[in-house]
Each structure stands twice: as structure tokens, then as C-alpha cells.
């Protein structure tokens, strides 16, 4: 599956990205994290969360006591879309047109991962899985009924963290935080053998 997304052609993306990123994470994982699509960062590396928004997700992880290792961290949108500004590449929302393109890679992942917990890191994953009318801001951190997995959470973009006020980044990361903990609280535990 990995192989054939990294040739898709179904949007325009593909042609300024520098690669297709896909999934990582153990087949059997438990858990998954979806977030909107890879950054600078994930599209020079190939691999998702690796760049600030990653260091702020594997520390509310290590808070919640989850380790990154456990998880499947992937993307709807499997190429970076941006424009240039100067000499940095910024972020750019992708179309619904895009992210339905990419829909069919991250149901295929689903399907094979079966995640018991699934959490859409921000907005754009949330109305991409579960709706276009849901609203972060007051189905932030709630359990959402969904065919995706047995549980389904939604949280806030650990970018938008970054890209927040300083006065509210402390506040941000505790309710990200929280949001993960009661992600902790609903993984079924592993059998001792």
C-alpha cells in the first residue's frame, strides 16, 4: 500500500511535494493518530509528526504515559502542500478536492490497522472522518460515536499550539494533554504472557 501511494496522481499535490508521506507506526497498533497532512518537515522526511508539532505530540504522549511506539501516527492528506514565502515553505489548508482524493489511502489504513482508539488531531481530520459539520471547539476531548473504531476522540492540532498566542500555549498543551489521558484511560491493556 505504501509503494502504490507513493505513485498516486490523484490530486495536483504530488507535483510540489517531495515525497509521499504515509503511515508509520506497528500494523497492530492500538492506536491511531490522524492528523491533517505532513508539514516542511514530514515531506523532506518521509515520515509524519517529525518536526515540532511531533515533539509537541510525543510529549503529551510521555505525559499521558503512551509511548509514540505504540501508536500509528498518519496523515489524510499524504503530499505537503504550501507556498513559498522567502525561503521557508508555509502551510497551506489542502481542498476538499485533496483530501477526498486521499481518503481511500487512509481507509485502507484503517482497515488495516484496526484501531481500537482513533484520534483526529485537529479540525481538518475531524470534518474529514467524522463530518463536515462537527465543530472542534465543542467536540474537542469527547468520545464521538463513529464506524472508524470502537472509540473515536478528537483533539486540537498540536500545531495550532505553536501557531497560538504564548499566553495561551501553557493552557493549549494542558488541555492536549488531558485530551490524551483520557485516550490512556480507554486503551484496552495488553495481555501479560
Same mark, same amino acid.
Given at each position: ?7 498516486? #496522481? ?5 507535483? %510540489? ?9 506497528? @500494523? ?7 492528523? /491533517?497532512?505532513?508539514?516542511? @518537515?514530514? %515531506? +523532506?522526511?518521509? $515520515? ?16 499521558? /504515559? ?14 505537503? $502542500?504550501? /507556498?513559498?514565502?522567502? #525561503? ?18 487512509? /481507509? =485502507?489504513?484503517? %482497515? ?10 485537529? =479540525? ?7 463530518? @463536515? %459539520? ?27 499550539? +505553536? #501557531? ?6 501553557? #493552557?493549549?498543551?494542558?488541555? +492536549?494533554?488531558?485530551?490524551?489521558? $483520557? ?11
Amino acid at each position: 500500500m505504501r509503494r502504490a501511494a507513493a505513485t498516486c #496522481r490523484g490530486c495536483e499535490l504530488w507535483k %510540489d511535494a517531495t515525497q509521499t508521506v504515509f503511515g508509520d507506526g506497528l @500494523r497492530r497498533s492500538r492506536l491511531m493518530l490522524v492528523r /491533517e497532512m505532513p508539514g516542511d @518537515r514530514e %515531506d +523532506l522526511a518521509g $515520515k509524519p509528526f517529525v518536526g515540532p508539532a511531533g515533539r509537541l505530540l510525543d510529549q503529551a504522549l510521555s505525559e499521558a /504515559e503512551i509511548s509514540r511506539d505504540d501508536a500509528y501516527v498518519t496523515n489524510i492528506v499524504k503530499h505537503f $502542500k504550501w /507556498e513559498p514565502r522567502g #525561503r521557508r515553505r508555509l502551510h497551506r489548508t489542502p481542498t476538499t478536492r485533496e483530501v477526498g482524493a486521499c481518503l481511500p489511502w487512509l /481507509e =485502507a489504513e484503517i %482497515d488495516l490497522i484496526r484501531p481500537e482508539v482513533l484520534v483526529c488531531l485537529g =479540525a481538518t481530520a475531524a470534518r474529514a472522518l467524522i463530518g @463536515r %459539520d462537527f465543530r472542534i471547539g465543542t467536540g474537542r476531548g469527547h468520545f464521538v460515536n463513529s464506524a472508524l473504531a470502537p472509540r473515536v476522540l478528537v483533539t486540537i492540532h498540536p500545531s495550532a499550539i +505553536l #501557531r497560538g498566542e504564548p499566553a495561551d500555549r501553557e #493552557r493549549e498543551m494542558r488541555h +492536549l494533554v488531558e485530551d490524551v489521558c $483520557k485516550v490512556r484511560a480507554v486503551l484496552p491493556r495488553r495481555s501479560r504472557a
